[in-house]
């Protein structure tokens, strides 16, 4: 068990090339005791990473599970990068949305504050190309340097 003395850590990580048994051996290396899913929609054409399948399977390693849907990247702002591959007008375009989402913010603090090791969780393999990078940035700033973030390298 984690000492609650200790700095919280929040992880970021994305699914992109793992299959759901790779996917849990990462979670329980880093000693993840929450994943929060930060789809807008949290379905997957990819076996086990749907909500329902996700929160069955993260349940039986004793990980919680839970999905803010606020924090997801809204489709109109997905759809536009989609279209130009322009990723400072993504980024700058979700940063204002996340400017509005200060009640689901807010529910990440008191899970990070909670449970001291919470994963984030989105579909895209590297953490700097998904929004997920900007809401571990968030949380860096409120937490005023008590939070360490660390993106999982899920590829050698």
């Not at 919280?8 to 993840?32: C, N, Q, R, S």
């Not at 990819?46 to 599970?65: H, P, R, V």
């Amino acid at each position: 068990m984690i000492a609650t003395n200790e700095t919280p850590t929040l992880f970021t990580i994305g699914y992109e090339g793992l299959d759901l048994a790779g996917f849990m051996k990462y979670l329980t290396w880093h000693e993840v005791e929450v994943l929060v899913d930060v789809r807008e929609i949290p379905i997957s054409r990819k076996k086990g990473f749907s909500k329902s399948a996700l929160a069955e399977a993260t349940a039986k390693k004793g990980i919680g599970y839970t999905h803010l849907k606020a924090l997801g990247s809204p489709a109109p702002i997905r759809k536009q990068l989609k279209d130009d591959w322009d990723y400072e007008t993504f980024f700058s375009a979700y940063e204002d949305y996340l400017d509005e989402q200060g009640e689901a913010l807010e529910a990440l603090s008191e899970l990070i504050e909670e449970k001291r090791r919470v994963c984030l969780l989105c579909f895209e393999r590297a953490h700097e190309e998904c929004h997920r990078s900007r809401v571990a940035d968030r949380m860096a700033e409120s937490f005023a340097g008590h939070l360490t973030v660390e993106p999982v390298k899920t590829w050698a």
